[in-house]
């Protein structure tokens, strides 16, 4: 009923810019809260941001003045742009959100099937 579909990861050097996108679709009632989440290999997964209905967001300490969290509440998207970023930012990124579908009056967390960053040279 609902995806929620990354694109933007690839290969990049250090010092270097991704943004990455999510698109979240199907019967989508409303969205309230939308982030992002890593894993690196051997790793447990960590959040990198959020951002409220309202446009508040929250980052962790290594996104902090490198990574920015937006959303595009017509389109159902929600973008991190990631800026000098360090071999240690390799990793899955994922898409969440917090919504409800249509047929529901309960919300519900749903996450797309990632994207692969990696910073290397």
């Known amino acids: 009923q609902v995806q929620l579909v990354e694109s933007g990861g690839g290969l990049v050097q250090p010092g270097g810019s991704l943004r990455l996108s999510c698109a979240a679709s199907?019967?989508?009632?409303?969205?309230?809260?939308m982030g992002w989440y890593r894993q690196a290999p051997g790793k447990e997964r960590e959040l990198v941001a959020t951002?409220?209905?309202?446009?508040?967001?929250t980052y962790v300490d290594f996104a902090k003045g490198r990574f920015t969290i937006s959303r595009d509440h017509a389109k159902n998207m929600v973008y991190l742009q990631m800026n000098s970023l360090k071999p240690e930012d390799t990793a899955v990124y994922y898409c969440?959100?917090?919504?409800?579908?249509?047929?529901?009056?309960?919300?519900?967390?749903?996450w797309g099937q990632g994207t692969q960053v990696t910073v290397s040279s």
């Open positions: 199907g019967s989508i009632f409303s969205i309230n809260a």
């Open positions: 951002i409220t209905s309202g446009g508040t967001t």
């Open positions: 969440t959100a917090d919504l409800r579908v249509v047929t529901s009056l309960v919300p519900g967390n749903y």
